[in-house]
């Protein structure tokens, strides 16, 4: 099992590996979810999320793109982005992708680091402030 540190790495760059190993069929665990970094400027990124979770489905709301505001399904959901379209490779891959907000107690000490922000003086919002913005109350 791979057990990744998510606090102050790249969503983007963290998922791809993530997609791609899961692909392979190794376990993946990913912890502090809610720490991730999304480079941009925060407007620009908040109006972009803002606008996804506003899409509806006028005559059947019930079939609306459902987008969940939790940080760990948040980036859950960016890496299911990264999967394969209609193959069942992807649930395969999905199911064996776990995200944590803060660190369980089986995965202390053992998560790694890996496409940390080098520059901190580069634009970039966490992934716990885009989900508060758009109304996650945790």
Same mark, same amino acid.
């Given at each position: 099992?791979?057990? &990744? ?11 791809t590996?993530?997609a791609k ?16 970094? &999304? ?12 606008d996804?979770?506003?899409?509806r489905?006028?005559s ?5 793109p459902?987008?969940s505001?939790?940080?760990?399904? $948040?980036?859950?959901?960016? &890496? ?16 064996l992708?776990k ?7 089986? $995965? ?5 680091k890996? $496409? ?12 716990? $402030? &885009? ?8």
């Amino acid at each position: 099992m791979i057990v &990744i540190d998510g606090e102050n790495c790249v969503l983007g760059r963290v998922s791809t590996h993530v997609a791609k190993s899961a692909l392979n069929g190794e376990h993946v665990a990913i912890v502090n979810a809610e720490k991730m970094i &999304i480079i941009g400027n925060e407007k620009d990124i908040y109006q972009r999320y803002r606008d996804k979770f506003e899409i509806r489905n006028i005559s059947k709301p019930v079939e609306s793109p459902k987008i969940s505001r939790r940080p760990d399904l $948040f980036v859950k959901r960016t &890496i299911r982005g990264m999967l394969p379209s209609h193959s069942s490779r992807k649930l395969d891959a999905l199911h064996l992708i776990k995200a944590y907000i803060g660190v369980p107690k089986e $995965f202390e000490g053992k998560g790694k680091k890996m $496409f940390e922000l080098k520059d901190v003086n580069k634009k970039h919002v966490t992934v716990d $402030f &885009i989900c508060k913005k758009v109304g996650w109350k945790g």
